[in-house]
């Protein structure tokens, strides 16, 4: 098998739908297959997978483990010799995968990859970055990351059309060698939904694996997914990931420089956004939004999971 791709879904039917359908439509002459884990979902995902996709392999939780949990429940069973994580939001464009597939197999060396990822206007996502130690988040929260010279976790002025060494690749379309995952092993599963794949591609780099950005195709990637309904929520959950990454590569004392580092941020942010909407109505829904993350913010220290 050329290649496996594992998706994982928690209610998020009609994306899932739209997916697969240009999965299947991209992968030309590969030889693949398509695991979906399902988070238990309640909006009917598992009848339309039987009924449109009847070749996929799924697999249905009783509960939702998250996703990067889920993602080793496809990966244990994933015969592939490369493995894609793909999200359910994303569109395969043209011959990306087996794109893909073929710049593994002509760089040996290289553990993770990912193509050039696409807004659905086109324009082009961060979706290749740095990692984020403290001093860039703490170039972040002083707002100096909007300078191209201090810009080197986002790389927000990187237009993505050539090819780089990078620390991290997103979640949302990352393909990696299986034999490079057998030796790095699978996803921290104490990750609920983000930093997972932070911390996977900083393992795979310790280990001696390249990650790699190559434009060599493209996917759409709505953003969001299953998490755009939880708003303030979702910064609490992407907090408690960063904190998490920090304090499991850093120890106590860097998860807690991480820790007060995101809340001088988002206080930060609160604070300007109240002022700003004195005078701009516009300006109300950021404040009320940071201001949630401020008031949510003890979720956000990492605690041992079940």
């Known amino acids: 098998m050329d290649l496996s791709i594992v ?13 697969l359908h240009t999965v299947y439509a991209g992968l030309g002459a590969l030889r693949a297959e398509v695991i979906v ?61 087996p794109a893909m597939v073929a710049f593994l197999d002509e760089h040996p060396k290289v553990g993770v990859m990912g193509p050039r990822v696409l807004n659905t206007d086109r324009t082009t996502q961060n979706s290749a970055t740095g990692y984020p130690t403290l001093a860039r988040l703490a ?19 990187w237009d993505r059309r050539d090819q780089r060494a990078v620390q991290v690749i997103s979640g949302c379309a990352m393909m990696v060698r299986a034999d490079a995952m057998r030796a790095v092993g699978m996803l921290d599963a ?21 990650i790699i950005f190559a434009p060599v195709g493209e996917i759409v990637h709505f953003g969001g997914g299953s998490v755009r309904r939880l708003h303030h929520k979702r910064d609490i959950m992407l907090t408690e990931g960063t904190v998490r990454l920090h304090r499991k590569h850093g120890g106590l004392a860097a998860g807690l420089a991480c820790y007060a580092l995101l809340f ?20 109300r829904p950021r404040a009320r939004h940071f201001w949630g993350v ?11 999971r079940a």
């Open 139 to 157: 170039l972040q929260t002083l707002g100096l990351d909007r300078f191209a010279m201090f810009d080197t976790y986002r790389m927000a002025y």
């Open 37 to 97: 884990v399902d988070n238990a979902s309640t909006d009917d995902s598992l009848a339309v997978l039987a009924a449109e996709f009847p070749a996929a392999r799924v697999i249905a939780n009783a509960q939702n483990r998250g996703f990067a949990a889920a993602n080793n429940q496809g990966f244990a069973v994933a015969t592939g010799r490369h493995i894609l994580l793909l999200n359910t939001d994303t569109l395969v464009l043209g011959d990306v995968l």
């Open 190 to 210: 104490d990750f609920f939904f983000f930093g997972e794949e932070t911390d996977w591609c900083h393992r795979f780099a310790r280990a001696g694996w390249q």
């Open 294 to 304: 401020v008031g949510g913010y003890g979720a956000a220290w990492p605690k041992a």
């Open 264 to 283: 001088v941020f988002n206080l930060s942010r609160a604070l300007a956004w109240s002022v700003a909407a004195i005078v701009l109505q516009s300006a």
């Open 7 to 19: 998706i994982v879904n928690w209610n998020t039917r009609d994306l899932l739908q739209g997916c």
